[in-house]
Structure formats: C-alpha cells, structure tokens
C-alpha cells in the first residue's frame, strides 16, 4: 500500500513537472519563447546537399545546425519535406506523417531534431492545411466512386452544365479552380494546382485527421507549425460566382474578387480549436496571412489572443521600396493590433529583399538597414535562408530553364519563383558548396564572393552584420521586451525610433535616402534626459555623436544605449 502510494505520488510529481517544463514561459516575467526566439526559414530543396543528387535534404540541414547556432538562430522552419510527387515542390503533400526519401527518412528527421535540440535551436514544420497531393491515399479513395467512404473528404460538385464548371472560381496557379473527374462525372475543387484538391474542412473526419497529425509531430519534438494558406480553408457552401473584376491577371485569366472562396469566418474556428492543441504543447502557430489592412491581421490573433500567435505582417512586404514614411506607417499599424508581431522581408514565394530594395550600386549597405529594421523592431523576426549574406535573385531568363509550373504557365509576364530559391551559397567552391553534383537549381555566379566562407573573413560583411544585430538581439532586454516609440514622425528620409524598457532604452536610427543626412534627438518627453548615447552598432558613415547632433551617411545605421 505505502509503495503504491509514493508511486502515485511520484507520478503526480512527474506529470506535474511535465506539465510546467511544457508551460513554462521564457523568462520570470511570462514572455513566451517565441517572442524571443529569431527563426529562419529554410527551403530543404537549397539548403545543403549531402548526398550528392543536387537536392538539399535534411542531413545537409543537420550538418549546418553550429552555423545556424553561431548566427543566432532559435527555430528553423522547414518548408515541406512530406512525401510528395513534387507538383508544387512539396506542397501537395501525399502523406503527412513521413519524409520523402529526396530529403531523407523519419531516423535522418528524428537526428536532425535531436541535434538541433543539443544546439538550443527548435524545429518548426511545414503544415499545408487547405489541401493534398492528388495522390495522397486520402483522394485516391475519394475519387474511387460517389459512394467511397471519404468522398466528403474533399469538395465535389456537378457541373452547372456538360463541360461547364460549378462556377466562376479561378485558381490561383492559372485556369479554373474546377477539374471534371472522368470516371465519377464530378468536378472537384482546388484553389492551386489540379493536382492539389482542396480538403473539405467542414467534415468533422477532415477536422479530426488534421488535428491528429499536429498531435503526432508534436510527439515527435516539433515546437509548433507554419500554416500554409490558411484564408482558403472554408467555401461558400452555396458556390456563389465571385464578382469579376476588370481585366486580366498574369497568367491570363479574368480577374476577381475572392470573397466567397477566401477568408470565410470559419477559419477561426479552426485555428482556435488548432491553438488548444498547441497550447498543450508549449508550440507555436505561425500563420501565412496575407491580409489587406491590420483590421484583417488582427482577426487572425482571435478576439482573446487565441488563434495564432504569429500571423505574418506581409503587408510589411509590399513596402518594396526604401520609404521612412511608409515603413514608418506600417510599423504603427501592426503596433496597434494589439497582437505580437511578426516581421518578414523575404521568403521562398517573395523576391529577395536584396533586390526588392537595393538600387544597384548601393546594395549590401540597404541590405545591412534591412537588417537593422526588422531585427530591432518590438516582434519576432522571421530571416529567409541566405538573407544574411546578401543573395540577390537568379531568375531564369528562358522558358525551357523555368521548374516552377506557374512560372511556366506564366512566363513571360510570370517568371515563378525559382529566382528566389537557389542553393544556398557556402563558400567559392564549385556549385558554392552546396552539392557535390549537379544543382537542381543553377548556383548564382555572385557565389564567388557572396558565400558564408568569404563574408566571415570580413568584419564589414552582410553576414556579420547580421551576427552582431543578433547578438544584441539576445542579450539587450530594451531589444527583447521594450515598447516602440517612433521619434522625429515627419522625417521624410531618416526611419528612427525607441526601443524603451523600463529604465533602459535602445535608440535605431536608419538613413533610408542616397545623401548624407543630420538628425537630432530630444528624448526628454520619452523620460530621457541623456544627450548622448553609448553606440551598440553602427555601419559604416554611423558615427556616434551627440542626441543634439547625429551624422548620418547614405543608407547608414546608428544603434545606442540611451541611459535615464
């Protein structure tokens, strides 16, 4: 009986102890640790080969985890390394619990998350919600026959007529979002490829499968998901022709207004029952949320912080030019949600910021501002893998070279995306230290000069520049945790704003024009009478001066303790 008993006990214990290691915020105030955590986006594809079949695969991720440690990295987010016939490059995802034997097994995923786990570093997964591979065993049985056992699994109609769709609705990746299955005479839906029909969430079985997968990667060690598409999941039950819009988009079809296949409220019922799963596991949602206005983002935080804890601001993208006013804009809208953040300023849909914002002459010193921008703001940040050395686009510059489908359904006024998804570039060896054999993609000739080896040699590189931001990051708590005032609000040339913590405050001061500028500080209405501050970072032209008095070269940064 007394073993019994103080085995029971031991188990409450256990569990109890459980429960506050999966619970426990980051630090002794209730910061969560992804308000402090950097993550960086990787695309396995170009990341690191270790094989030598031109594909990056996870062993390669593996191998560069001290790199990714030494650069400040907390989580990695892997886009999509499910088994997948590879339509989409793995967002038609044709089973869910598995890795795809291009990128390595569940044994290489399991090492990978107990490698990085030694490293500090967490891993996040890849989630395609709204949809699956044609292939997957799930649409296999659903287009067996009108009576299979999940038919409702996914969205099936009549067409209006012989050869005449459901409805209006165009897919996003070009053509109707309708394709007219032969063998049962129904149309099914998909909102991209034909080959990745949408999932029909409003069947309680879809609901349950999905849930079940986040529950058994959870198991697993992952520390949360990136929720891919997450607008589409929900239809009009009734199919309603979206209004037309005039004329053409680029991949030739007639434009819309996607309000009856898009950002339908059910959503959030989804991403809340989601967030209860997550919470039971310390993890992280991160949301694709593409939104018009921070109305809209803030819908995706739930009216109680309970959906996703980082929907991404990709309204902060489309400021794709270097704008102290509209950057400055935008930063006060997402401030005034009322949620957490999330800065992003590339990914693997998304031209490279080197390009989106350098003007040619000037670009690894905009790209250093960038850094400073988006790495010093109240939030998280997300980086983009090569981000920190500077990798510019290679898009292709023929059709027959083009691998992205939309590119070549597109092309020439849609290019697709491969520009911005080549190997990463290692050092100056052949194929940048990427593979050993032939790249999937073509390596970038700037590789010769722009590669990890090369920019770690240089004290004044890209790269260390973003090593040291992120070392501040980390250790600065005014950087952590501190609010975001915005200073001189009718500068039309110099972004520059406070960091404020208590009694400590950090002072970013960002040139975004071609020409010298001078800029002056009077802190006191912010509660610091300092008239000087103690420089943390500055590139080159940025030299620390008087509050009264700073200099500013064209396209510098100036980063300062300012003290009470």
Known sequence: MFRGATALALFVAGFCSMVRSQTQPVDSEGHEWWRHAVFYEIYPRSFMDSNGDGIGDLNGIASKLDYLKSLGVDAIWITPCYPSPQVDFGYDVSDYENIDPMYGTLADFDRLHAEAQKRGIRII????????????????????????????????????????PPNNWVSIFGGPAWTLDAKTGQYYYHYFYPQQPDLNWRNPAVHAA?????????????????LDAVST??????????????????????????????KLPEVHDVLRDLRKVADEHDAVLIGETWTKDVSELKQYYGEHNDELQMPMDFMFTMVNKLSATEFRRQIAAVESSGGWPVFVISNHDIERSYVRYGDGQNNPAIAKLMAALYLTLRGTAIMYYGEEIGMTNTDPVRVEDVKDPIGRVGWPLEKGRDGERTPMQWDDSPNAGFTRGTPWLPVPASSSTVNVASEMKDPESILQTYRRLLALRHENRALLDGDYVA??????????????????????????????????????????????????????????????????????????????
Do not use: C
């Not at 999905?210 to 520390?223: C, E, L, N, Q, S």
């Not at 006191?524 to 590139?539: R, V």
């Open 210 to 226: 999905m849930f079940d997968v986040t529950r058994w990667w959870y198991k697993r060690g992952v520390a949360g998901f990136r």
């Open 233 to 262: 999941l929900f239809e009009d039950p009734g199919l309603k022709d979206n209004p037309a819009l005039p004329g053409l988009n680029k991949l030739g079809d007639p434009k819309q207004e996607e309000i009856y296949n898009t």
């Open 487 to 564: 200073l001189n609000e009718s500068d039309t040339n110099v972004l520059s704003y406070l960091r404020r913590y208590k009694n400590e405050a950090v002072i970013v001061v960002l040139n975004m024009s071609g020409q010298a500028q001078q800029v002056s500080f009077d802190l006191a209405a912010q509660g610091f009478s300092a008239k000087t501050a103690s420089t943390l970072l500055s590139t080159s032209g940025a030299k620390a001066g008087t509050l009264s008095g700073l200099s500013l070269e064209p396209f510098s940064v100036y980063i300062g303790s300012v003290s009470k």
């Open 125 to 164: 997964m890849d989630f395609v919600i709204n949809h699956t591979s044609d292939q997957h065993a799930w649409f296999v049985d659903s287009r067996s026959s009108r009576t299979s056992a999940k038919r409702d699994w996914y969205i099936w109609r009549d067409g209006k007529a012989p050869g005449v």
